[in-house]
């Protein structure tokens, strides 16, 4: 019985090893490729955050068809701060962290699009 457990506990411990030798199947990006794409998306974000005009009405329009006069405002003001913040924090934050730190934009934690045209 000893011997069981033991050839058991042995076979457990080695059925972890295999995935160490794993050769990296992960393509590492350039950082000044990822700095260039962040810089991108920052000035983009940035020059078409006055379109929030036109996709926060349409949104609002159908998320409240009777209320949206009323949250209308509010809600171009919010989305277009927070897309302004989001494309200053890509083009003068994340460039400098772009493999340690976490690069999804600003707009994906307030569940908008990356994007301004891009559909929520």
């Known amino acids: 019985m000893e011997k069981k457990m033991t050839w058991i506990l042995v076979g457990l411990l080695f059925l972890g090893?295999?995935?160490?030798?794993?050769?990296?199947?992960?393509?590492?990006?350039?950082?000044?490729?990822?700095?260039?794409?962040?810089?991108?998306?920052?000035?983009?974000?940035?020059?078409?955050?006055?379109?929030?005009?036109?996709?926060?009405?349409?949104?609002?329009?159908k998320a409240?068809?009777?209320?949206?006069?009323?949250?209308?405002?509010?809600?171009?003001?919010?989305?277009?701060?927070?897309?302004v913040g989001s494309s200053v924090n890509d083009i003068l934050v994340l460039p400098w962290c772009p493999t340690a730190c976490d690069t999804t934009p600003l707009t994906r934690r307030f569940e908008l699009p990356d994007y301004v045209w891009q559909k929520e």
């Open 17 to 61: 090893a295999g995935p160490l030798f794993a050769a990296e199947t992960v393509k590492k990006e350039c950082p000044f490729k990822k700095i260039g794409f962040l810089e991108k998306r920052g000035i983009v974000n940035f020059a078409t955050s006055p379109a929030e005009l036109v996709y926060a009405f349409k949104s609002e329009k």
């Open 64 to 83: 409240h068809p009777k209320a949206w006069p009323v949250t209308y405002i509010p809600r171009f003001f919010t989305n277009a701060a927070i897309r």
